[in-house]
Every structure is written in structure tokens, then in C-alpha cells.
């Protein structure tokens, strides 16, 4: 029981700890935050609802009440930590669908009642507890919610373009061994110690995420940029492509920031859309943009390129303030490096930038 108490105590400080980092975070928005004070709030409740349970093991009445809220809470609680974990790191600011929920809601209320009729556990006169026939409930809404979690986390890796599975695997493995482990030997105590590490992981994981892209676009930053640019060096031969927003100024001066916040998204969703495929996207300074593909055919970036001018010009036809978007794009190879490659691609923009101007003072 010591040891029991001496670990809970130590798990609880790393969640609370946990709980102080996430408010500090300047990555986080304020939405962020919040999810993230309710993530760590479910698990330390069920921290000290193990605890207790274990603690209060006298036949007496009292000692039975406390074991019978402490199964309540732990029970209750402990299947819906993966989705509080989910809100909190999601960059969208939406919600998880009914469907989704519902298995941890029903085991909610399966675990409300077992004090009344022992559905998911059950604590004798005596103050012995039992596992209840529909305990399974509970077994299979842990078990969802972690599949969810992989689901997120690999959308997630998608978003934000991230291209290392391997700490996502060890994420859900390390989770379902924790649980597993558990579940066989109720005695071990392992589960909260298992998702204490595993919060702090997916919290590290996110920030290293947040770090490498843009606020305000979404894209990869200048310092993802700069990395992949080094990781470029050893590819045998791929392509730059770099995007420019034309009088830029001009347009924050005429409609405000806030304006011009609106016009880096556009274009930052354009590339997206017509990149997605071909390579990663960069926000590499105020309103240039850059695309690094390994792809060693000119025809798709030639294709990618005809598909963002079609975007750009429907955005256009919606909104004639948007500005126009000059781009150019040249490959690296043996012969030619990636600096050079980035600066030929450079040349290109503004002799496609010079050419569109002329065509405009023309018509």
C-alpha cells in the first residue's frame, strides 16, 4: 500500500505539473488550454480515486461508501481520458461527434449504477470488490477510446504533416500495455503510471508539432524549412517551389492586419490543396511561401502549379481583393545543389512576377 501511495503521489505532481505547463504555454490558444486543464483534471481524479480505493479496504460502513465512489469515479472516468486527451491537442475548434462519446457515456452510467445493482463492479457488505457482469462495457469503451486516440493521432500526423509514426505506435502500444498488464493482474497498479507518461509524451509530441508550424497558416515555419532543407542534401534530385504575394504591403496597409491574416490562410490553403500530394508546404518569411518535393517528374509540379493558379483565380473571383500570387520552381540534382536550386527557383518568381505586372498595366 505504501508503495501504491508514494507512486500515486509521485504521478499526481508530474499531472498537476503537467496541468501548470500546458497554461504557461504560449503555442497553446486559449481553447487548448482549457481542454487540456480538463484532461488532467480526469486523471488526477482517478489517481486519487485508485488510491483510495486501495486505502479504505476496512469492513466497515464508511470505509465501503468511499470504496464504492472511488470505483464510481475511476471506472467512470478512466475511459474518456483518451478523448479529453484528443480535445486538448486537436488544432480544430470542434468538438468530438455524439458517436464517438457515446461508449464512454454509456459505461458512465453503467459505473453510476453498479453501487445500486453491481453492472460493471460491485462492493460487498464486507467492503470486497468484485467485477460485475457487464464489466466488459467498461473493458470495451477503454478500448475505443484508445483506438480513437490512434485514429486522431494519425489524422494529426497528417495535419500537421508530420512524418514519423514511430512515436505515435509507441504512444498506443505503451497505453495498451499499461491497461492490459491491469486488467490481468489487478494488483500491479500499472494503467495511471502508464498515462501519466503517456500525457507527458503526447504533450511533448504536440509542442514539438506546434513549434514547427506557422500560427497563423498552418503550414511548416522557416525553422522546418531550414531542417528539411539540410535532410535535402542527401536526396538524390527533387524540386523547390516558391511562392511570392504580390504588393502584400499594400493590402495590409489598405484593409487592416486582420485582412491580411485572411489572405496568408488563402494562399497557405491553396498550396495545401494543390500540393498535398507533391510535398511539404512552408510559410518561409511574411508573405513568401516555398513547397520541397522529392518528386522526380517536372509534369507533376507543372500540374500542381496549373491547379494553385486555378484555386488562386476562383479565391479571385469570390474576394478581387485578394492579390495575385507569383511562383517559380527549378529541381536539385548532381549537378545542380539545393541552394542553387532555391535560388533559380527565386529568378523564376520574379520573372513571373514582372511578366504578370506588365500584363496588367497592358490591359
Not at 186 to 202: A, E, G, R
Not at 279 to 287: K, T
Request: glycine share 8%; with cysteine.
Amino acid at each position: 500500500m505504501e508503495e501504491l501511495i508514494v507512486r500515486s503521489v509521485i504521478n499526481l505532481s508530474v499531472i498537476c505539473l503537467l496541468g501548470y505547463m500546458s497554461q504557461h504555454n504560449d503555442l497553446f490558444d486559449e481553447r487548448m488550454r482549457r481542454e487540456c486543464l480538463y484532461a488532467v483534471g480526469v486523471v488526477a481524479l482517478s489517481i486519487i480515486a485508485e488510491t483510495l480505493s486501495v486505502v479504505f479496504v476496512a469492513p466497515n460502513s464508511v470505509h465501503r461508501l468511499i470504496n464504492m465512489m472511488s470505483c464510481v469515479v475511476g471506472f467512470g472516468l478512466s475511459p474518456l481520458i483518451a478523448l479529453f486527451m484528443i480535445n486538448a491537442f486537436r488544432r480544430e475548434h470542434t468538438k468530438l461527434r455524439w458517436p464517438v462519446l457515446l461508449p464512454g457515456l454509456v459505461n458512465l452510467l453503467l459505473a453510476i449504477l453498479s453501487p445500486f445493482y453491481g453492472l460493471i463492479f460491485y462492493v460487498s457488505r464486507p467492503n470486497v470488490y468484485g467485477r460485475g457482469p457487464l464489466f466488459f462495457v467498461y473493458v470495451f469503451a477503454y478500448l475505443f477510446g484508445i483506438a480513437v486516440f490512434l485514429v486522431e493521432l494519425l489524422r494529426t500526423r497528417e495535419v500537421y504533416r508530420s512524418g514519423n509514426k514511430i512515436i505515435l505506435v509507441g504512444l498506443v502500444l505503451l497505453t495498451l500495455f499499461g491497461t492490459t498488464v491491469q486488467v490481468i493482474m489487478p494488483s500491479v497498479f500499472l494503467s495511471w503510471s502508464t498515462i501519466t507518461i503517456v500525457m507527458v509524451l503526447t504533450y511533448t509530441y504536440y509542442v514539438d508539432l506546434l513549434e514547427k508550424h506557422d500560427a497563423v497558416t498552418g503550414l511548416l515555419n522557416r525553422r522546418a524549412y531550414e531542417k528539411r532543407l539540410l535532410d535535402l542534401q542527401s536526396e538524390g534530385r527533387g524540386w523547390v517551389i516558391i511562392f511570392d504575394i504580390d504588393d502584400f504591403k499594400a493590402v495590409n496597409d489598405t484593409y487592416g492586419h486582420r485582412y491580411g491574416d485572411f489572405v496568408l490562410q488563402s494562399v497557405a490553403r491553396i498550396i495545401r490543396e494543390s500540393f498535398n500530394d507533391v510535398g511539404f508546404g512552408y510559410r518561409i518569411g511574411g508573405d513568401e511561401f516555398c513547397v520541397l518535393s522529392t518528386s522526380g517528374d517536372e509534369q507533376v509540379i507543372r500540374d500542381a502549379n496549373g491547379r494553385f493558379i486555378e484555386g488562386l483565380c476562383r479565391a479571385r473571383n469570390d474576394d478581387d481583393r485578394i492579390p495575385w500570387v507569383s511562383l517559380g520552381h527549378a529541381s536539385y540534382n548532381a549537378s545542380l545543389g539545393l541552394d542553387e536550386a532555391v535560388e533559380a527557383a527565386d529568378r523564376e518568381l520574379f520573372v513571373f512576377k514582372r511578366a504578370h505586372k506588365e500584363h496588367e498595366v497592358q490591359t
